[in-house]
């Protein structure tokens, strides 16, 4: 392919091509292929997909996508209640856009209702959704807490802002989901054909190295934890194949730029007053105990699921929809029988094709196919 | 200084649904407002149609709505906006645009002072583009039926004779042009909608084009295939397009594609793309292969460009529309726009 240059190879460029010399070396190294390799996070698979990263590694490399998507690991109950939610007359669901076309358990979504007539807004922080409860005193905001370590502390401080400024008017619906119980359930199945984890920057900022011990030390897994630039994630597959190569499984923090091994103790701090752990339910692993975040006593008011007390079934799952063999690595977007036929990014069937996040979403974009 | 207590002249003065009735206010308004500001015979004879003379050449006809908010940003207004845009889609078959008609569809409460604030710049885009206005209409629609002003324009423009430049004649081996820096006018617009107080170092992109057009036409001729303004959907939304309706794959390099720092960075905060951002003054030009030298000498002079670049080539049709090599030596597929950009989660 012949393609206009502008200007010679610069630094990012010949640090990623150095990057990938190294790891063909290392994966000579490593016994067993294909080395199939778990990103956990959204936006690691974004990033992988964006910047081609597929094209680039050497055959015998198996990258796959993790349950590390906030919208896709919500379960259909969640979306069914925050769609009821918004039927309440004198509510506002005030949420992140990605959730907005999530189809809940009968095809409808938050979309479907603001267009007949619900007041759903898009706000890109918890803070906003606050404002708006100051802003509109006679409405009852009510926002969607969706998102893993790294947005819950965020949420957890606008809990105690809205209890200093006494609101009677915001209310959070806390879907958080917590990080490592999940990946102990991921693995604790048996079922994973995992051996090495590219763990999560943003997430790892917050809760820091040691949640992942029990992965190298339990199962043999191989964890780096990696940034989301192309070269970061480069230099996580390199520690990973290292590991691997050596036989020596650990937690490699291959991110210290932002995350130290204690994690961020003020986030933590800020979450562990407001939340508690709490039994989760998650889309393609089912009810987790622990994985979850539930509102404290002490902050009860601000509890949507306790102030409006809806009672939503969590649906049974008969559904075409291969999502949640998709979030667990057991299959690829291109196993699903609906993928890029009856589910497009245009029309989603399920939460991985919403959202920009989402391994579906991602495939159908970049294509997932080496082109 | 004393006030002039002229009712017409009152600056806090609003629209009202009488300005729409077609009786005397409607009638005052016209006269007031748009007749004062673009006046051209045509457009004096306020009759029914505009009768324009017998042209030499393909008649091209394009039309626009714009429902952009807010209705003022940095870099332009919606008026600017609905002039220019008309007259870059006449321009992208390669016409030159001759008139334009104005539809307003204005709400009942709308500030008179923003109205006249839009035509003056309707009028100031008019006449820089040497293209009148030679037709209008106004409608005022309750309050909440429209928000705050939406603008119609349709125009006219004359193609000369023997030229077609439409993405069914590119073929593999072509080369690809952008005019210049893609995504400045979708960055601004949703900075300002986010309010986001981000101070960008960017704005709107809105600009006539024709006069550019004319003068690649003027020297490639035929060797441009095609043009076309990535507007609502960006760059790779046109570029997807074009390359399904040639039957081809487009290979581009992202490292080519113009994006400013800043444009960059609000899309990192918002979550964006800057390939699916909308442009408002800018163009892709596909061009035969011998052609891309030159066609790149005449963008370099043009006021009109904005650091403009070769981006890509035509290959033989592939497994998908279009190819990008990302900066690190990556290839991944570039699809078309899906719903509205969402911001990202987390």
């Known amino acids: ?371 | 200084m004393k006030q002039d207590m002229n009712r017409s002249e009152d600056p806090y003065e609003v629209i009202v649904l009488d300005h729409g009735s077609g009786g005397l206010a409607s009638s005052r308004l016209v006269r007031e407002i748009f007749l004062s500001r673009l006046s051209n015979s045509y457009l004096e004879e306020l009759e029914d149609s505009a009768v324009l003379p017998p042209a030499q050449g393909s008649i091209a006809f394009s039309t626009d709505s714009y429902v952009v908010d807010p209705i003022f940003f940095p870099g332009g207004d919606i008026g600017e906006l609905a002039v220019n845009g008309t007259i870059n889609d006449l321009a992208m078959k390669g016409a030159e645009p001759s008139a334009l008609s104005l539809g307003l569809i204005l709400e009942e409460g709308f500030s008179r002072r923003d109205l006249e604030r839009i035509v003056d710049s309707i009028a100031r885009a008019s006449e820089e583009a040497g293209v009148p206005v030679v037709t209008g209409d106004t409608k005022v629609v309750p309050r909440g039926k429209a928000d705050k002003i939406f603008i119609n324009t349709a125009g006219i423009g004359i193609i000369p004779h023997g030229f077609t430049f439409s993405s069914s004649r590119i073929r593999p081996g072509d080369r690809i042009l952008v005019s210049g820096y893609m995504g400045d006018h979708g960055a601004t617009i949703m900075t300002q909608r986010q309010g986001l107080s981000l101070d960008g170092g960017f704005e709107s992109d809105t600009r006539a084009l024709h006069r550019l057009v004319g003068r690649l036409v003027k020297g490639l001729g035929q060797e441009i295939r095609a043009f076309r303004d990535p507007t609502r959907g960006g760059l790779a939304t046109s570029l997807v397009e074009m390359a399904a309706k040639a039957g081809v794959t487009f290979e581009i390099s992202e490292k080519a594609v113009p994006v400013r720092e800043e444009v960059a960075q609000v899309c990192d905060i918002l979550g964006l793309d800057p390939l699916y951002l909308a442009n408002e003054g800018k163009m892709i030009l596909v061009v035969a292969d011998g052609a891309a030298e030159q066609a790149l000498e005449i963008l370099e002079a043009a006021p009109e460009a904005d650091r403009p670049a070769l981006i890509g080539t035509v290959a033989e049709k592939g497994v998908v529309s279009v190819v990008m090599e990302t900066e690190v030596g990556g290839r991944r597929a570039v699809e078309m726009l899906t719903g509205e950009p969402l911001p990202r989660i987390c």
Request: proline share 7%; hydrophobic share 40%; with cysteine.
């Open chain 1, 1 to 371: 392919m012949s393609l206009p240059e502008s200007g010679g190879l610069d630094a990012k460029r010949q640090r990623v091509d150095a990057l990938l010399s190294a790891i063909c070396r290392e994966l000579d190294r490593v016994p067993e292929r294909p080395v199939r390799i778990m990103e956990v996070c959204g936006t690691h698979t974004m990033s992988i997909f964006r910047h081609g990263l597929r094209h680039l590694l050497p055959q015998g490399i198996e990258l796959i996508s993790g349950p590390g998507c906030p919208v896709c690991v919500t379960s259909r109950g969640q979306i069914d209640t925050a769609i009821a939610l918004s039927q309440l007359p004198g509510v506002t669901v005030a949420t992140f856009g990605d959730m907005l076309r999530v189809p809940g358990s009968s095809g409808f979504s938050l979309a479907k209702a603001r267009a007949s007539g619900a007041d759903v807004r898009i706000v890109y922080s918890p803070f906003d959704a606050l404002q708006l409860a100051v802003k509109e005193s006679w409405r009852k905001i009510c926002f969607l807490g969706i998102g893993f370590e790294t947005t819950a502390p965020v949420v957890a401080a606008t809990i105690e802002m809205a209890a200093r400024m006494g609101l009677e008017n915001f209310f959070v619906f806390s879907c958080h989901k917590t990080m490592p119980n999940a990946l102990r359930a991921l693995f604790a199945a048996g079922g994973s054909r995992v051996e090495a984890l590219l763990c999560p920057g943003h997430v790892s900022a917050i809760i820091g190295c040691s949640p992942y011990r029990f992965l190298p030390e339990e199962h043999g897994v191989a964890c780096a934890i990696a940034g989301f630039e192309p070269d970061d994630i480069l230099v996580g597959i390199l520690s990973l194949l290292r590991q691997l190569a050596s036989g020596r499984p650990k937690v490699d923090n291959c991110y210290p730029r932002a995350v130290n091994s204690q994690g961020n103790p003020r986030a933590l701090a800020s979450m562990d007053r407001v939340f508690r752990l709490a039994d989760s339910d998650w889309r393609g692993l089912g009810l987790i105990p622990e994985s979850g975040l539930s509102i404290r006593q002490g902050f009860e008011q601000f509890d949507a699921g306790r102030r409006f007390s809806l009672q939503v079934e969590e649906p049974d799952s008969v559904s075409p929809c291969r999502c949640d063999e998709i979030i667990t690595g057991r299959s690829t977007p291109l196993e699903c029988p609906l993928f890029s036929r009856a589910c497009t990014p245009a029309s989603p069937y399920g939460p991985c094709m919403v959202s920009s996040e989402g391994a579906c979403a991602a495939w159908y974009r970049y294509g997932g196919q080496r082109i």
